[in-house]
């Protein structure tokens, strides 16, 4: 009779995993929001930057690759990415909190964790409106609901100047392009399309089918934006936009020179997300 020997890298994770939950077996960690969590790993740039703005750095023990803002944060032990961290450097950590996040990480990888008896909170939020009750809801999970309270009333309070402000502007058409080839747009029930909208501006690409969609130059022609938006990427946007930009030439944003380069900041639910809304809003004064 011959045995298959086990492989090295599955047994060690095998073996650690173990070791952590008899450790929280032992410690009683292991029970739902036991206490106010000391040692938090975050599974989202857009977490890592809500913990940061609640004051609670020195509790984070790790991020994903992902997590660049701010500055601080690539200073944090790595996990890997959003969609595949890695559970055994994540076991190795000793959280007795990951926080999660519904637009981005796998329902998976958080039955896992909670198989191991890790404590876990999944952050719901999706649009700009759900974002205030979601951080108090966060901030009550961490243990530091005043602090989260205060953010999430700021947060309404400037959300409501910029409404309005630009209650009673005219209307104007503008897309806002994520990459320009193939030509990915900021589609419906995005935190873009939702910033277009307080400042008054109509999303070209409201209608679209996806959040992301691929959208066509034929369509964008059509629909003759007077503004265009394009976000920060992984190469400069300007180079890699201006071929595209050529063949849009005779819609109007690029015609009247109303083609803007801004940050990422919109591309995280997060606290920055006041930032970008400014950014865009600063373009229409």
Same mark, same amino acid.
């Given at each position: 009779?011959?045995?298959?020997?086990?492989?090295? &890298?599955?047994?060690?994770?095998? /073996?650690?995993?173990? $070791?952590?939950?008899?450790?929280? $077996?032992? /410690?009683?960690?292991?029970?739902?929001?036991?206490?106010?969590?000391?040692?938090?790993?975050?599974?989202? *740039?857009?977490?890592?930057?809500?913990?940061?703005?609640?004051?609670?750095?020195?509790?984070?023990?790790?991020?994903?690759?992902?997590?660049?803002?701010?500055?601080?944060?690539?200073?944090?032990?790595?996990? #890997?990415?959003?969609?595949?961290?890695?559970?055994?450097?994540?076991?190795? /950590?000793? *959280? %007795?909190?990951?926080?999660?996040?519904?637009?981005?990480?796998?329902?998976?990888?958080?039955?896992?964790?909670?198989? $191991?008896?890790?404590?876990?909170?999944?952050?719901?939020?999706?649009?700009?409106?759900?974002?205030?009750?979601?951080?108090?809801?966060?901030?009550?999970?961490?243990?530091?609901?005043?602090?989260?309270?205060?953010?999430?009333?700021?947060?309404?309070?400037?959300? &409501?100047?910029?409404?309005?402000?630009?209650?009673?502007?005219?209307?104007?058409?503008?897309?806002?392009?994520?990459?320009?080839?193939?030509?990915?747009?900021? #589609?419906?029930?995005?935190?873009?399309?939702?910033?277009?909208?307080?400042?008054?501006?109509?999303?070209?690409?409201?209608?679209?089918?996806?959040?992301?969609?691929?959208?066509? $130059?034929?369509?964008?022609?059509?629909?003759?934006?007077?503004?265009?938006?394009? #976000?920060?990427?992984?190469? %400069?946007?300007?180079?890699?936009?201006?071929?595209?930009?050529?063949?849009?030439?005779?819609?109007?944003?690029?015609?009247?020179?109303?083609?803007?380069?801004?940050?990422?900041?919109?591309?995280?639910?997060?606290?920055?997300?006041? %930032?970008?809304?400014?950014?865009?809003?600063?373009?229409?004064?």
């Amino acid at each position: 009779m011959s045995f298959k020997k086990p492989d090295s &890298d599955d047994f060690r994770l095998r /073996l650690v995993s173990l $070791l952590f939950v008899l450790l929280c $077996l032992f /410690l009683n960690t292991g029970s739902a929001y036991a206490g106010a969590a000391k040692r938090i790993i975050s599974l989202a *740039p857009s977490l890592t930057e809500i913990l940061f703005t609640l004051g609670l750095d020195e509790r984070i023990v790790g991020v994903t690759s992902f997590c660049d803002h701010p500055p601080e944060a690539l200073k944090k032990p790595k996990v #890997g990415g959003m969609t595949n961290p890695s559970l055994e450097r994540i076991v190795r /950590l000793r *959280p %007795d909190l990951v926080v999660l996040t519904i637009d981005g990480n796998q329902r998976e990888f958080e039955e896992r964790l909670k198989r $191991l008896g890790i404590r876990t909170y999944v952050f719901r939020a999706r649009r700009i409106s759900e974002l205030p009750d979601e951080l108090i809801r966060l901030g009550e999970a961490l243990g530091v609901k005043d602090r989260a309270t205060r953010l999430s009333n700021q947060f309404s309070s400037t959300l &409501d100047k910029y409404r309005r402000a630009f209650h009673r502007k005219r209307t104007r058409k503008a897309l806002f392009m994520i990459w320009p080839e193939p030509l990915i747009v900021a #589609g419906p029930g995005t935190a873009i399309d939702d910033a277009m909208e307080i400042i008054g501006l109509e999303n070209i690409a409201h209608d679209a089918k996806s959040r992301y969609p691929r959208y066509s $130059l034929e369509e964008v022609i059509r629909r003759n934006p007077e503004i265009i938006f394009i #976000g920060k990427g992984h190469e %400069d946007m300007r180079k890699v936009s201006r071929r595209i930009l050529k063949r849009l030439s005779s819609v109007k944003a690029v015609r009247e020179g109303r083609v803007y380069y801004v940050s990422d900041a919109l591309y995280r639910l997060g606290p920055r997300i006041l %930032d970008g809304i400014e950014e865009l809003a600063g373009y229409l004064r």
